[in-house]
């Protein structure tokens, strides 16, 4: 499987492609071409927090372009594989709390504090730390949400 979404799950059925720049480029609207420049654009404020600015405008521009109602539903739609990939790249919980403006699911999740933040996102980030073994970052986001870890695992098995 492709990963590519059929053109009844498009966001927007408008088009089936996002044109970029003069010259005609463009990038099929694809899950996996989608999460890879987000986890790229995402890493690079991670790195250089000074263009989170840039990131958010560049992220409503493409969200809209696709279809989604906001960034942050765009990064909802994405949130799973962002985290795998944002915890496998190595970037960690202080990188994520970094971009939380950029990949909150909710607008509310991303003006909040960090404990918002990570509630917000609490399911699908419990299972990326469980599947990558980072017995730190979940002993972390446990005290950040004043749960247990075991409180944590329970939330994750009531998800699926």
Do not use: K, N
């Amino acid at each position: 499987m492709s990963g590519c979404r059929t053109r009844a799950e498009q966001p927007s059925l408008g088009f089936s492609c996002l044109h970029l720049g003069p010259a005609g480029e463009s990038a099929a609207s694809c899950d996996e071409l989608e999460l890879r420049c987000l986890y790229l654009l995402c890493g690079h404020v991670a790195s250089a927090p000074h263009d989170l600015a840039l990131a958010a405008a560049t992220m409503d521009w493409v969200a809209a372009r696709l279809g989604y109602p906001d960034r942050h539903a765009y990064a909802a739609w994405h949130q799973r594989g962002l985290l795998y990939h944002f915890f496998s790249g190595g970037w960690g919980l202080p990188g994520l709390l970094r971009v939380q403006r950029l990949v909150a699911p909710t607008a509310g999740a991303a003006a909040g504090d960090a404990r918002a933040f990570l509630a917000a996102c609490a399911p699908a980030l419990t299972a990326t730390l469980a599947l990558g073994q980072r017995e730190e970052d979940v002993r972390a986001v446990a005290q950040a949400l004043g749960t247990g870890e075991q409180g944590m695992a329970a939330g994750v098995v009531q998800d699926l």
